[in-house]
């Protein structure tokens, strides 16, 4: 089961991680941050730069500790968070991933809670530190405020719509 947990994390918190790298650098085929800007006007929302490097701190931010098995609540609600943002960009084109559609960012978001329904297993940073096991109770808390935090966000910095 450690073995499982750990490539979970580190799969799911690396490319979560890898997204956000590109959104504000040239990094991993990344456009830099005028790249993601750009991206995040083109979806419609609002702050500019501002936006994209939020974002992309936070998949950075919350992949790294996802995959290093360190506060993971808190590293899921921040991964849930951010791509549910992506996940609602993405909603109008349908599922398939193949068509635009948010079967990605639904699959990270699950991943994601998974890890907090399941802690990260003993061979992560949260295990030396002493504080596994997290109470059940984590995975509700990380997944009600991740989701609400990224239907927050779109819901504040979307515009009616996009940009021309």
Known sequence: MNLGLLILRLVCGLLIAGHGVQKVSHHLGGAGLEGGTREFHDDGFRGGSLTALAAGAG???????LAAGLLTPLAATGA??????????????GLWVQNDGYEYPLFLITTAAVLAATGPGRWS??????LLPYPAWWFAVAL????GSGVLTRLLLHRATPAA
């Open 59 to 65: 998949q950075i931010g919350s992949g790294l500790l």
């Open 80 to 93: 849930i968070g951010v791509m549910t943002v992506a996940l609602t960009v993405k909603w109008h084109h």
């Open 125 to 130: 940073a949260d295990q030396p530190l002493g």
């Open 144 to 147: 009600v405020t991740g989701v």
